[in-house]
């Protein structure tokens, strides 16, 4: 597991970085305009259109396919994947039509902000998005039968052409015509699709059509999904009622709280759901036959990854956020003002990404113990606290409030979880865990410390982004030596299979 994680985390830090390129390139030539809010805000719709339903289907997936391989074989499990496929087929025919005839009133209940020729151009955005659906829809499903089959790298790799192809529709929707830039999403989705079908045959997978809804695995599949896609609906309900307030706010909010969002997504995307995708199939495989011992001792490694991964980074972000916002953003279009309110933002939205980390993985594993419930329960009472407070804190903190609200909500969320599971499975916070966790916060105070007035003295002797490169670099290296001299288990482990996997290399 930890060696697919290492590489995972490698392929997603390129294609994290790809995705820098394309934040960049989007406020270089459109800065916090008009035009960027209204591209954000269809992307946005798109996402929510189809993303918690499929994200529902994919995660009830993995735990029934494990059965059928189990109890029938592979020529069922992959029976069964064709029908799934088919059905999926479906929902996004329904998802489209039913979206593209009241795809105006959806852009004018979520950005109720913006004038009339920014919700035209945002009505025709979305429409076009639209038709992503489809491919979109079958590269979550084949992804989810790929890591079934433990080949994890060509899910991950998908998300550099994906990259690649909208940054180059970013650069022609401003040479050429405004639509390329939601043609290119298509475009890029579609690419994915494309890419990842020669490798299923690999894995053994042969496409045939099969679609027969009385099937009683699919209506397992849609059962245990239910709660899965409500769940996940209120999460992408959180986003739309964030972004339709934030059109409120003023022009270049929206864009604002989604430059600092795409930031603190690169730590989601490298770290967090680089261990969450590596660990779920292996949770799955544990829960299905009761080895709750081994549930237990997965949650805690990847709660203790999550916190030596993701915290570095977030403090990072917060002492360091107008000096990494300037350095990524900071030119053509994206001017000062830009740049203050997307650092402020993001300083707010760093505070919870870690809690959003231990969310994350605590939801798999009561997915993996086939309950959907919980997870639902907890993700309304987080969203209803987030939606009270960005309307209270952005009335007296304006956007920032909105960040601020998130990263409580993401809080109360985990704590939640944590709790219920604790009731559920028994107590696997306990005293090593504890004291792992208090060495990591340690190692990443000192690492703040050294990395702000190493950063102060950059300031005087180099460039302002030279300074700050080499106060990163200075960062890292002494917090992975305050790690490695606290002896955690965990980073000792690692680093030995990594020497182990480098001499047998």
């Known amino acids: 597991m930890k060696k697919n994680a290492l590489i995972i985390m490698l392929i997603t830090t390129i294609s994290q970085i790809l995705g820098f390129v394309r934040d960049v390139t989007l406020s270089y030539f459109y800065g916090t305009s008009f035009f960027s809010d209204a591209y954000l805000v269809s992307t946005t719709i798109t996402n929510v259109v189809y993303s918690f339903i499929m994200l529902g289907i994919s995660t009830s997936y993995i735990p029934i396919f494990r059965r059928i391989e189990s109890n029938f074989g592979i020529i069922e499990s992959n029976k069964y994947t064709n029908n799934v496929a088919s059905f999926i087929l479906f929902i996004s025919t329904l998802i489209f039509c039913i979206s593209f005839i009241f795809v105006e009133s959806i ?48 899910p991950a790799l998908i998300g550099i052409p994906y990259n690649l192809v909208i940054i180059l529709s970013i650069f022609l929707s401003y040479k050429i015509s405004s639509n390329i830039i939601a043609i290119g999403i298509v475009v890029s989705s579609m690419i994915q699709l494309f890419l990842i079908i020669p490798f299923l045959r690999g894995a053994g997978y042969k496409y045939e059509r099969v679609f027969n809804l009385r099937d009683k695995n699919i209506k397992q599949m849609i059962f245990i999904s239910l709660p899965v896609i409500i769940g996940s609906s209120i999460n992408e309900i959180n ?30 995307g490298l770290f967090i759901m680089s261990i969450v ?44 956020n107008d000096s990494i916002v300037k350095l990524l953003f900071g030119r053509g279009a994206f001017d ?16 919870g990404v870690l809690w959003i980390g231990i969310r994350e993985i605590l939801t798999r594993v009561y997915f993996a113990l086939q309950d959907t419930k919980t997870p639902v329960i907890n993700a309304s009472i987080a969203v209803i606290i987030n939606i009270i407070l960005s309307f209270i804190l952005s009335n007296l903190l304006g956007i920032v409030g ?4 998130n990263s409580i909500a993401a809080i109360i969320c985990a704590l939640l979880l944590t709790y219920r599971l604790q009731k559920r499975i028994g107590i ?18 000192i690492m703040a410390l050294i990395v702000k007035y190493t950063f102060s003295l950059m300031q005087i002797l180099l460039p302002h982004n030279l300074g700050l490169i080499l106060s990163i670099l200075i960062g890292g290296i002494s917090y992975c030596l305050l790690v490695w001299l606290m002896k955690i288990e965990l980073v000792k482990e690692t680093v030995s299979n990594l020497f182990m996997y480098i001499k047998k290399s």
């Open 402 to 405: 909105l960040a601020l609200a």
């Open 107 to 154: 852009v004018k209940l979520l950005a109720s902000g913006f004038n009339s020729e920014t919700i035209e151009m945002t009505v025709n955005f979305t429409k076009i998005g639209l038709i992503s659906i489809y491919f979109t829809g079958l590269v979550y499903l084949f992804s989810a039968y790929l890591q079934l089959k433990d080949k994890f790298i060509v």
């Open 428 to 445: 696997f916070i306990d005293k090593n865990l504890l004291i792992s966790l208090l060495k990591i916060s340690f190692s990443t105070f």
């Open 239 to 268: 986003i739309m009622v964030s972004k339709a307030i934030a059109s409120q706010i003023g022009v270049g909010a929206v864009s604002s709280l989604t430059y600092a969002d795409r930031l603190v997504g690169f730590i989601y």
């Open 277 to 320: 995708t590596v660990i779920y199939p292996s949770l799955a495989k544990m829960a299905s036959v009761e080895n709750i011992a081994g549930v237990k001792k997965a949650l805690q490694n990847s709660i203790l990854s999550i916190f030596l991964l993701v915290m570095p980074a977030s403090i990072g972000f917060m002492i360091l």
């Open 336 to 351: 000062d003002k830009a740049v203050i309110m997307t650092s402020q933002v993001l300083f707010f939205l760093s505070i």
